[in-house]
């Protein structure tokens, strides 16, 4: 008796706090930082613009290592120029760009390359149709994500351990 009420308990509580299928930090957060640091400007900067920071980092280093490896594919893969803007800049666009509700499901670093669009002046046209192809891309990672079969994976790699041991 005692164990069917923890068991009960447990999956009650696992379904209150479960949490979204989320595959990127995107708008949505981006816009939600102002609330949690109680609408502190100074704060606020400081959070977004170590995300800034830790995105280009990051993105130097993967870049660095895959040109370590094959330079040309490095190049191919990270050509897109995301340091055009200073970091201020990059804050302010973004704020700007997630004010539109379409844009608050585009991840952060996809933001981050069409605030360097707008910086570089590219036309407006190539912007929007990265814009337009970012969130059909998302759109089409999340349908897989909600139709994707749990039970079915789980099977697959069940067969795939038992076959190797």
């Given at each position: 008796m005692i164990k069917n009420i923890l068991i009960i308990s447990i999956l009650i509580l696992s379904i209150c706090f479960s949490q979204d299928n989320r595959l990127f930090w995107d708008g949505r957060e981006w816009n939600s930082i102002r609330k949690k640091v109680n609408f502190i400007d100074e704060i606020e900067y400081k959070l977004k613009?170590?995300?800034i920071n830790g995105v280009l980092d990051g993105r130097l280093y993967g870049y660095l290592k895959t040109w370590s490896e094959n330079a040309m594919i490095a190049n191919e893969v990270f050509g897109e120029q995301v340091d055009y803007l200073t970091v201020r800049e990059t804050v302010k666009s973004?704020?700007?760009?997630?004010?539109d509700p379409l844009n608050s499901y585009i991840p952060i670093p996809s933001a981050i390359?069409?605030?360097n669009l707008y910086g570089k002046r590219v036309p407006i046209n190539v912007i929007e149709k990265y814009i337009q192809d970012s969130r059909d891309w998302v759109n089409s990672l999340t349908l897989e994500l909600d139709t994707l079969?749990?039970?079915k994976l789980i099977e697959e790699k069940y067969l795939n351990y038992k076959d190797k041991n």
């Open positions: 613009s170590t995300y973004l704020n700007h760009f997630y004010e390359v069409i605030a079969n749990y039970s």
